[in-house]
C-alpha cells in the first residue's frame, strides 16, 4: 500500500519538475532575448544541504551559454587589494543572463556571526548588503536569495557516509566539520542574518532533504523571479530626497605668475610624489574624481598630477557615455570594475557624478533614478574608503565667457579640434541648468570622507596649483 | 652668428612638431572610424632616455579616450598566477586603438640579460616573443619597437641633476642607479636584444638626449605605423604547412552496462578529486578542451567530470561564435582572457580550434589564416605548459546515424530544444569536410605536452568513463 502511495507521489514530482524545466528553459530564453533584466540567484546552506547538487541540477536544463557561476575563491589576492564588494560587481551578470552566486556578499557572515560573541552582525555590515540589493533591484538586477536547510541528524548521517568509503571522503572539508559541530549555533544565527537582510530582497529558508523536492522548488523561486523580470516588475521608485539648501558654486580667483607657477609646480609634484613613496601609501590608495564644465581644464590639471607619478602607480580613466556592453549593467559597475588597488592612484576625468549632472540635464536619466543616485555614489565612495582609498573630488569652475573663449581657440587650432564636438555647444545651452545640479550634487555628496573641492579654473594655471595643493593637503591629513 | 643659426633650428623643429602632431591626430581619428587595424607602442630604454616624457607628450597630443598605458607591475599577483604572456594579452589595444607598453613583453629582459654570465638570450625567450610579433601582425595589430638611448655622460649628469634636488631625488630608483652602473652592459646586450627580436617587427634606436627631437621622432614613426595599419598593409601571408599524412578518425566502442557504469564512473570521480586535492596540483593546473561534432555528448562529458570537483575549483568556458567585441581582438585573445590560474581546473566547452573547424568548414576564416592557426595554437598549449598547466584535449567522434538519432530526440524533447539550432542541421550537411578538418587537426597538433584523445562517442556512458580514465591516467603521470 505505502510503495504505491509513494510511487504515486514520484509520479507527481517527476511531471512537476519536468513542467518547471520546461517553463525555466522558455523563460531563460525569453530573458535572453528581452534582456528585461538579469537575475543573481544566491545560494547559501549548511553542508551537505544539497547546495552544489541544486546548482548542477539546474545548469543541465538551462542553456550554460547564458548562466555564469561564481564561488567564492577564499586565496584570489587581486580580491583583497581591491574593495570588500568588488569581487561581486565583476561577476554580475549582464541584463539577459543568470548568475548563480555560491554564497553571495554573504559569504563568511555565517562563521563570523558565530564566532563573534555577541551574536550579532555589526549594523554596518547590514547596511552595505541592505543598500546594494535595493540598488540592484533598482537597476535592473533581481536577486533571488535561498538558503537550504537540513536536520542536525541527517547532516550527521549524510556525512558519515560520506566518510564511509574512501572515494567521497575527500568532500568532507574542515569547514563542513565545523559547521556540523555548530549546527545549533549556525542555524541561530543564520535566522538573524536573514531578518537583517530582508528589507530589499526577501530570503528563501528550504528544506534540503529531499534532492528532487529541494530542486524543484529552487527551480520555482527561479522561475517566478525571471518572469517577474520580463513581467517588468521592478523595485518601487525610491522616494524623492528631501529638497537641500543649495549655494552657488563660486570660489576666489587666486592669480599666478608664471614664474611662481613654475617654482611652485615643481615644488608640489615634488612634495606629491614624495608622500605616495611613503611606506604607508602602500596600504591606501589616491581616487581622484575631476568634474566641471566642457573645457574647464580638467585634462590640464590632470596631467599636472601624473607628471609627479611614476607611470607604474597611477591610471587615468577618461569617462564618456556608457558604451552598449556597459550599458547591461547597473550604471555603477564600469566604475567599481576600476576600483583602486592598494598602493594606486586612480584618477577619473569625469567620472560617476555623470548621473546627477549630463545625465540629469539632458534627462538621459529618470528623476527617480539620478534622484537616488546622490546616496549610492556615496556609498560607493564610502566602501572605497573602507578599504583605505582617499577619496578627493574637484569641481572645476569655468565662467561662461571664458567658456566661450576657449571653444573658439580649441576650433580654431588644428591640435585641439577633436576636443570640442557639437555635444559640447549643446551642453553649453544648459549652462544654468548645469551649475545648479553640480550645486545640488555638491549639498548632497559633500561628505567628509570624500569631499568636494571647488576650484575657479578661468586661470588654469592657477587652477593646476590649487588642485596640487589640496591633494597634498589631504595626503598630509591622511598619511 | 650661433644664436640666430639655433633659433632658426628652433622654429623649425617647432613647424616640423606641429606638423606631425597635425597628422598623428588625423590618423588616430581615421583609425578609430575605421578600425583598420590596433597599433601597440613598445617603448623601451635606459633610465632618463626619456621614455616617460615622451608618453606624455603623446598622450597629451592624441585623444586619450582612445589610448591606454600599460606599464608592468612587479607585485601584480593576479601576474603570477597565470601564464607569463597573459598581462600583455590582458591588455592588448582593440582594433581602432592605441596601446603604449612601457617595457612590454620585453620587461625584465635587459637586466636578465647581464646578471647572466652567458649574456645571451634564452633561445625560448626569444622564439615566444617573435612567435607574438609575428601573429600580432598578422592579427591585425601593428607593433612600434622604440628603445631610447643616451650616453653614459649625459646619462650621469641627468641623474646628477635629480639627485641635486630633495624634490627630484624620488625619481631616481635602484633600478635607475643599477642601470647606470651597467651602462655599457646593458648597451651591449640590449643589441643583442634588438638583433634577436627584429624579425616579425623591427627596432627603432633613438637618441634620447633632446626632448624635442625625440618625440619628433617617436611620433613621426607612430604616424607611419597607424597610416601602415589604414592603408591595409599587414604582414605577408604565412607561408601554407607543410602536407601532413593524416590518420581516419577512428575509436573502438568500448560498450558497458549500466551497473558497471555507476560504479566505475564514482570510483573515477573519487580518484579524480583526490588527485586534484593533492598540494602538489596547487603549483599545477588542468585544461580540458572538448570538440567534436554536434550532439556528441560534450556536455554530459563534461558534467560527469565537474561532479567530481568542489564548485569553488573549476570554470566552464562555453566557446560560440565571437562576440561583435571579440572580433576587434586577435582570435586567441578571448582565451587567452580565461587562461588557467594555478591550482584550476578550466573546462573549454569547445575552444580555440574552432579556428581550424568551424572556421575552416565554413569559410569564417581565410585559408592563409586558418593555416597558421595550427603553429600559434600549439604554442598558446605550450605557454599555459611552461606555467604548470596540464593540457588534455579530447574528440568525441559520434557517427551521422548516431547524431541523426540524437538530433530527433532532442528536437521532440522541449527540455532540450534549445540544444539544437539551425546552425546544427547545416552543419551536419559539411560531415565529411569536418571529419577530414579533425582528421588534419590532429595530426598537426597532437603534441606531447597537449595530447589529443579519440573517444567513440556513439555509447554516451562509455565515452564519459573513457573521458575520466584519459584525464586519470594524465594527472598520474603529471604529479
Not at 589576492?77 to 569581487?87: A, G, I, S
Not at 557516509?161 to 541561530?188: G, M, N, P, Q, Y
Not at 538573524?192 to 528532487?212: I, Q, V, Y
Not at 602602500?282 to 564644465?293: I, N
Amino acid at each position: 500500500m505505502k510503495t504505491r502511495k509513494n510511487s504515486a507521489r514520484d509520479r507527481e514530482l517527476k511531471a512537476a519538475l519536468t513542467e518547471v524545466r520546461d517553463a525555466l528553459l522558455g523563460a531563460q530564453l525569453e530573458l535572453k532575448r528581452t534582456k528585461a533584466c538579469s537575475v543573481v540567484l544566491i545560494i547559501t546552506g549548511v553542508p551537505s544541504a544539497g547546495r552544489s547538487e541544486v546548482v548542477n541540477d539546474l545548469l543541465s536544463w538551462l542553456d550554460p551559454k547564458h548562466v555564469s557561476v561564481y564561488s567564492p575563491d577564499r586565496e584570489a589576492c587581486e580580491d583583497f587589494e581591491r574593495p570588500l564588494m568588488w569581487r561581486y560587481w565583476r561577476n554580475l551578470p549582464a541584463r539577459g543572463r543568470i548568475g548563480v552566486f555560491f554564497e553571495g556578499w554573504y559569504d563568511g557572515l555565517l562563521r563570523k556571526g558565530v564566532k563573534d560573541e555577541s551574536k550579532r552582525f555589526d549594523a554596518r555590515t547590514l547596511e552595505r548588503i541592505n543598500q546594494l540589493e535595493r540598488m540592484l533591484l533598482q537597476d535592473g538586477v533581481r536577486v533571488l536569495k535561498v538558503h537550504l536547510h537540513v536536520s542536525r541528524v541527517l547532516q550527521e548521517q549524510r556525512i558519515r557516509e560520506l566518510r564511509a568509503s574512501k572515494l567521497t571522503r575527500w568532500r568532507i572539508t574542515a569547514r563542513d566539520v565545523w559547521f556540523t559541530r555548530h549546527h545549533e549555533e549556525v542555524d541561530r544565527v543564520a535566522k538573524r542574518l536573514r531578518a537583517g537582510t530582508h528589507e530589499a530582497c526577501s530570503w528563501h529558508l528550504l528544506d534540503g532533504s529531499h534532492p528532487e523536492q529541494r530542486v524543484l522548488e529552487v527551480a520555482r523561486l527561479l522561475l517566478q523571479e525571471i518572469r517577474a523580470g520580463l513581467a517588468g516588475q521592478m523595485a518601487e521608485p525610491a522616494a524623492a530626497p528631501k529638497p537641500i539648501e543649495t549655494r552657488p558654486i563660486d570660489a576666489a580667483p587666486q592669480p599666478v605668475s608664471d614664474d611662481q607657477y613654475e617654482l611652485e609646480l615643481e615644488e608640489l609634484q615634488g612634495k606629491f610624489a614624495l608622500l605616495t613613496r611613503k611606506k604607508r601609501f602602500e596600504k591606501r590608495a589616491l581616487v581622484l574624481a575631476f568634474e566641471g564644465m566642457d573645457a574647464a581644464g580638467k585634462g590640464g590639471a590632470i596631467r599636472r598630477v601624473t607628471h609627479a607619478l611614476d607611470a607604474r602607480q597611477y591610471r587615468v580613466i577618461p569617462v564618456s557615455a556608457p558604451s552598449a556592453d556597459e550599458l547591461l549593467y547597473p550604471y555603477l559597475w564600469r566604475f567599481w570594475r576600476e576600483a583602486p588597488q592598494r598602493g594606486e592612484v586612480v584618477i577619473f576625468d569625469r567620472s560617476w557624478y555623470g548621473r546627477v549632472l549630463v545625465e540629469r540635464v539632458r534627462g538621459f536619466a529618470e528623476p527617480a533614478d539620478w534622484q537616488r543616485a546622490y546616496e549610492e555614489i556615496v556609498e560607493l565612495e564610502r566602501q572605497w574608503c573602507e578599504h583605505g582609498a582617499i577619496v578627493q573630488k574637484f569641481w572645476l569652475s569655468v565662467s561662461l565667457d571664458e567658456q566661450q573663449e576657449r571653444f573658439a581657440a580649441r576650433e580654431s587650432d588644428p591640435l585641439k579640434r577633436f576636443k570640442v564636438d557639437p555635444e559640447d555647444w549643446e551642453n553649453r545651452k544648459h549652462y544654468g541648468e548645469y551649475q545648479q545640479a553640480a550645486a545640488e550634487m555638491m549639498a548632497r555628496t559633500d561628505v567628509s570622507v570624500a569631499p568636494w573641492t571647488i576650484i575657479n579654473a578661468d586661470d588654469k594655471k592657477s587652477a593646476r596649483l590649487q588642485v596640487l595643493r589640496q591633494i597634498l593637503g589631504r595626503l598630509a591629513d591622511e598619511l
